[in-house]
């Protein structure tokens, strides 16, 4: 860092004649490290999935050569072949192209932190560049935020790394990724990310563009700082450092211009239709920008783009926001909305398409329904299928006749299986690729129950969920989250938490206890440690207690038991429990205190109100409670109508008279007893 | 009645016991004045005719009895009394007039002095029905040396954290550095909707507030809350989006919330017409989503942060020194009282203000410097920068630069008095050659501080004297006041 940044001080004149000369770079990541796309991505790496019928990873390249960029570095890891075949075809690696395309390919990258590292090895950047990702569409113009950028970088010494391009949206907006939903607090006048400041803002009406403009310290902040594995890493690595190291991250943000990245399915099925309704413009589907021949098409009246030699059966409607790619033939009474249709596909007759992203090949029979779903390359839907919403057809499969798929539904010509042993022989030839899965195959038949009896194709199960941080890649949709059921009805919620998680303690120290079988002993000495950890008072201990105990049949058995039920399985485990119970409950208060917490529970439950006398009675008969402690509570304790009430209806006293008689009369029957 | 006033005016000044030891802190002179009389004017300006003052018995005595603290207002003062050491909060004073109060109410304090356009913060009370509109201003860096302090004070009073929305208007979010543990903690859900969020410290709050009747009336059900900025405004703040204000169905089970007093439910009269107009109005204050209106929030607390302006509250000696050295700048009163006898040899700047029946003798210079009622200044005396008050008598050669002189004060020959504050009826006696006053220092006729926690240092009394004078309380500070007419 201090070796280039002396370079740059030797003179300031020249150094700035330097920057105007040197090119500007770029870094385009085309690979997304993670598995969101699978098993789509099995096949096609994911920067060449199309959309709009245009590869994504051209959507990049587009974008940095019209902001002016020079000189590219493509990082390919996931079947380098395809993304270097496909852009040596391209315009970019034509001679006549403003921007030169560098293709580095390697199967070592794990990470965009082991990217930058190679970076850095190798001395690519000489200057700021701008890091992308490969599914990155945007028509943002960045110059502006390039010249914030470098001005910074003149006044302040290199101190800015970073600039990070956002776009104002509101929260909830569609192109908002839900997974990447940022806050972003930042100083409004300097544009920096921070909270040291007297006056600050917290914005989350922001959008993550994921285009970085970056100084060359960022390859070498990652270099010395091995375990940056992802941008997010190293934000919040400069954050934490900030005081030390000097280093600040700035914000541009842009309100106009569009911006997003295709991290999951549901964003691509919003930037497949911003697309097609003209938000990127300049880069529309008839612009046919990647200059390759037969891609061009018209554009019509409500969006729709038509490509060369479409044929439109009779009758057939396309409402609003249709692409339909070259060679594309559509059957009669056809009513397609929302939707892409990619080359050379074959539909039939009284085919409803609403939100359908189909790729090139794609054979639909008549009398098919589908709803915003993905249906890959050289898959055939026969006839009266219908794909409800979020269905994924990846590549080659069959579905149908006659049939459904539920919602959410993944098929591919892969089986779900195979997945754990690919990771080594990711390039494998054709043919050995169909022998293996023939091999599989033959294991496992497809399930005509799941993909028609003339399907082909296994179903992905979106929750095979098994290792933790692989939940999020199976989702191909991206999560669904639902608005949090928002947490906020009272300030007290902390305490309570506080409480409440004590409680879920308890009562997992209890279950455990009680499939363990572990003494109770131990159990009290749990409990008291959990106590300490949570700074509970023995007072709440006690009521917790109580508490986890009488709703431990709801707890296990649901809500809708019968008093019957609820009392057959509670006076067991208070039998169990009794020794813990005597542990915490000893002076005359603490037994108040317990009554205090049944009745409270009662009060809640008040569907089981008639189960507090034989509650009562059991712990009285356990020891657990003293008759005194009932008689006085009975008698002082009622502090609202509702407890009185529930007193009343108890007939409580009735019943204390009846125990009191019974227990005398065990005493004196042992009493005889001992006296025989 | 739109609004009613209620002037709150029985505080301490605990953090002042320097200046309000004699004298009730609504009665210190500012710029001649009680500091009482500026909220009153500022009241009085926008046109209300009636105001409640909540004050203690001495004050109301004093109001009543003593000229040199005459208010002339023309508003019906409707002077209520409370305990002195009842320890009463503004909260408790509030629910105190429960009774009196029959529409919405502004509530002001007595330490208030300010040029804010009130319409502003009243303004954002109608527009938006809100439950609390409230003033604030950029904080104040206090220039003037103060008295009895060596070196810079230190900011011992904790920062507060106002977060208001992208207009700038709506108040989102509040709190004091002391509650936080670990940096500011906001709800996602407040964010959701409010997706920009300016947090803001270095602010002041000028304690001037605008509450809705139903909030009284909450105060009332809710004997816990006591202070109205340290309780209820949090309170509120929070409870702006909190569930249970906000589900219509809560609002129809309004008694059964009264019983439970934890869970308030504060709704305003006329709550089901407003309510239909918002329903059948297009008008939004937001964007970027569906929802209503206010999000179909019920509670809504405003903010009027002024930029520029005026705005004291006058509840330190550094606060009261500027605020006497801004006062005269609000009102167009001549400088120079008529009654006062100010001698044509003597040098009075323009930024002076000599109060009713002076006395100022020859070849005296006076500069930037209030002087109180039937003050008596003698020959050669200079004062800079100083603030004397009622009834103080400065012998002749006397220097006094920076200073606060209390009421009743006698100044000895040829003093030399720099950056002091001088207590009450307090005698600076010559005895031999000229005193001089240590500079900095605290003389009051009590040797110890009452709350010494106050002072940065503790006041040297007795002074060890150097060149020997005296200092000589001379009667209980009370009975002084009352004598001296």
Not at chain 2, 280 to 289: A, L, V
Not at chain 2, 411 to 428: E, F, N, P
């Amino acid at each position: 860092m201090s070796s280039r940044g002396g370079k740059q001080k030797k003179g300031n004149v020249t150094s700035e004649q330097e920057e105007e000369e040197q090119p500007l770079q770029a870094v385009l990541v085309a690979d997304s490290f993670n598995r969101r796309f699978f098993p789509i991505s099995k096949d096609q790496p994911r920067a060449l999935l199309p959309l709009g019928n245009v590869a994504m990873i051209d959507y990049t390249l587009e974008f940095l050569t019209s902001t002016g960029v020079q000189e590219t570095f493509v990082f390919c890891c996931w079947m380098s072949n395809k993304i270097k075949d496909h852009l040596l075809k391209s315009k970019w690696c034509r001679p006549t192209s403003p921007n030169v395309v560098h293709i580095i390919t390697s199967d070592l990258y794990r990470s965009l932190g082991d990217v930058l590292r190679d970076v850095d090895a190798k001395n690519l950047v000489r200057n700021d560049f701008i890091l992308v990702y490969g599914d990155v569409v945007s028509n943002i113009d960045v110059s502006q935020a390039l010249q914030e950028h470098r001005h910074r970088r003149k006044v302040d010494k290199n101190i800015s790394v970073m600039t990070m391009v956002f776009k104002e949206s509101s929260p909830g907006h569609k192109t908002r990724c839900e997974e990447d939903d940022v806050i972003v607090a930042m100083d409004s006048k300097s544009k920096r990310f921070s909270m040291v400041t007297d006056e600050f803002e917290i914005r989350h009406d922001l959008l993550d563009c994921h285009i970085s403009i970056c100084s060359p310290q960022v390859a070498e902040l990652f270099t010395d700082n091995f375990d940056y594995q992802t941008r997010n890493d190293f934000v919040r690595g400069i954050l934490v450092n900030e005081e030390i190291l000097g280093n600040q991250i700035h914000l541009y943000v842009t309100q106009d211009g569009y911006g997003a990245r295709v991290s999951n399915l549901q964003m691509y099925d919003s930037v497949s239709l911003d697309m097609v309704r003209r938000w990127v413009y300049p880069l529309t589907p008839e612009a046919n920008f990647t200059d390759q021949q037969g891609q061009g098409c018209t554009h019509s009246r409500h969006n729709v783009y038509r490509g060369a030699e479409v044929s439109l059966g009779h009758g057939s409607q396309m409402e609003e926001n249709v692409l339909i790619g070259r060679d594309t033939s559509i059957g009669a009474n056809c009513h397609i909305s929302n939707s892409v249709i990619g080359n050379n596909c074959t539909i039939g007759d009284n085919v409803v398409l609403d939100r359908a992203h189909m790729w090139n090949n794609v054979h639909v029979s008549s009398n098919v329904e589908i709803h915003q779903s993905v249906v890959c390359d050289g898959a055939v839907v026969k006839e009266a299928v219908r794909l409800n919403k979020q269905c994924v057809l990846a590549y080659n499969v069959v579905i149908g006749p006659n049939l459904s798929l539920p919602e959410g539904t993944v098929v591919s010509m892969h089986h779900p299986e195979e997945e754990e042993e690919d990771d080594d022989d990711e390039f494998l030839s054709d043919d050995q690729e169909v022998g293996h899965s023939k091999d599989k195959t033959r294991q496992k038949a497809f399930n005509p129950a799941e993909v028609g009896p003339e399907g082909k194709g296994y179903i992905w199960k979106a929750s095979m969920n098994d290792t933790e941080d692989e939940e999020l890649a199976q989702c191909l949709w991206g999560l669904v989250l639902n608005p949090d059921p928002e947490s906020d009805s009272e300030s007290e919620a902390s305490e309570e938490s506080q409480d409440r998680t004590f409680q879920l303690e308890v009562l997992g120290t209890l279950q455990r206890g009680l499939e363990e079988n572990i003494v109770c002993d131990n159990l009290v000495l749990e409990i008291n440690s959990l106590k300490y950890a949570y700074n509970i008072t023995l007072k709440e201990v006690m009521q917790i207690l109580t508490r986890v105990v009488l709703e431990y049949p709801f707890q296990q058995q649901g809500t809708q038991l019968t008093t019957l039920q609820y009392t057959g399985s509670l006076l067991p485990l208070l039998k169990t429990w009794s020794p813990v119970f005597k542990n915490y409950i000893k002076r005359a208060q603490d037994h108040l205190d317990c009554l205090s917490a049944v009745e409270e529970l009662f009060l809640e439950q008040d569907t089981h109100q008639t189960a507090m006398v034989k509650v009562l009675m059991k712990m009285y008969q356990l020891e657990i409670l003293e008759e005194e402690a009932i008689l006085k509570w009975f008698s002082t304790g009622a502090t609202n109508d509702k407890s009185r009430q529930l007193r009343k209806n108890q007939g409580v006293m009735r019943r204390m008279s009846l125990w009191r008689k019974e227990s005398e009369e065990d005493e004196s029957s042992e009493e005889g007893e001992c006296g025989r | 009645m739109e609004l009613q006033a209620v002037l709150m005016a029985a505080g301490g000044g605990s953090r002042m016991m320097d200046l309000t030891y004699n004298t009730p802190k609504p009665l210190l002179p500012v710029g001649n004045k009680p500091l009482i009389w500026y909220p009153l004017n500022l009241l009085e300006r926008v046109g209300f005719e009636e105001v409640i003052v909540i004050t203690t018995k001495e004050v109301q005595k004093m109001i009543s009895t003593d000229p040199k603290v005459k208010l002339d207002v023309k508003m019906k003062l409707d002077l209520v009394c409370i305990q002195e050491d009842a320890d009463m909060g503004t909260a408790d004073a509030l629910r105190h007039i429960q009774q009196k109060v029959k529409t919405d109410v502004l509530v002001v304090s007595c330490d208030l002095i300010t040029d804010a356009a009130l319409h502003e913060v009243v303004d954002l009370f109608r527009a938006h029905n809100a439950t609390l509109s409230m003033l604030m201003s950029k904080a104040h860096e206090f220039t003037e040396t103060v008295p009895g302090q060596k070196g810079k004070k230190k900011t011992g009073e904790q920062r507060d954290f106002v977060g208001v929305d992208g207009t700038g208007k709506r108040l989102l979010f509040m709190a004091n550095e002391a509650d936080l543990d670990e940096g500011v903690v906001i709800r996602k859900s407040i964010m959701r909707k409010h997706p920009r969020m300016h947090i803001k410290t270095g602010l002041v709050d000028a304690h001037l507030y605008c509450l809705k009747k139903s909030v009284v009336d909450f105060l009332a059900d809710n004997k816990s809350i006591s202070s109205i900025r340290g309780e209820l405004v949090p309170y509120l703040v929070r409870k702006q989006f909190s569930k249970s204000t906000n589900s219509p169905k809560v609002i129809d089970e309004t008694h059964q919330n009264l019983k439970k007093n934890d869970k308030i439910q504060i709704s305003s009269r006329d709550e089901e017409l407003l309510h239909l107009t918002q329903e059948r109005s297009c008008w939004n204050d937001h964007r970027g989503d569906m929802s209503d209106a206010y999000h179909g929030g019920r509670l809504r607390c405003y903010v009027h942060i002024m930029d520029e302006g005026i705005c004291y509250r006058v509840n330190t000696l550094a606060a009261y020194i500027e605020a006497n050295r801004l006062a005269p700048k609000l009102f167009d009163e001549p400088a120079v009282h008529p009654s006062a006898v100010v001698s044509e040899r003597c040098l009075i700047g323009a930024d002076s203000i000599i109060g009713a029946s002076c006395q100022i003798s020859d070849k005296t210079s006076i500069k930037r410097s209030t002087i109180g009622v039937s003050t008596t200044v003698r020959e050669k005396v200079k004062v800079t920068n100083s603030i004397i008050m009622h009834g103080v008598t400065i012998e002749e050669g006397c220097n006094i630069q920076g200073s606060v002189i209390c009421s009743n004060a006698v100044i000895g020959r040829g003093a030399d008095i720099k950056y002091c504050l001088v207590g009450s009826a307090q005698r600076i006696e010559p005895d031999g050659e000229n005193p001089k006053l240590q500079a900095r220092s605290l003389y009051f006729p009590y040797t110890q501080s009452p709350q010494p926690s106050i002072h940065p240092h503790p006041p040297p009394l007795p002074p060890t004297p150097p060149n020997s004078y005296k200092l000589k309380a001379q009667h209980s500070k009370r009975a002084q006041f009352k004598d001296s007419p």
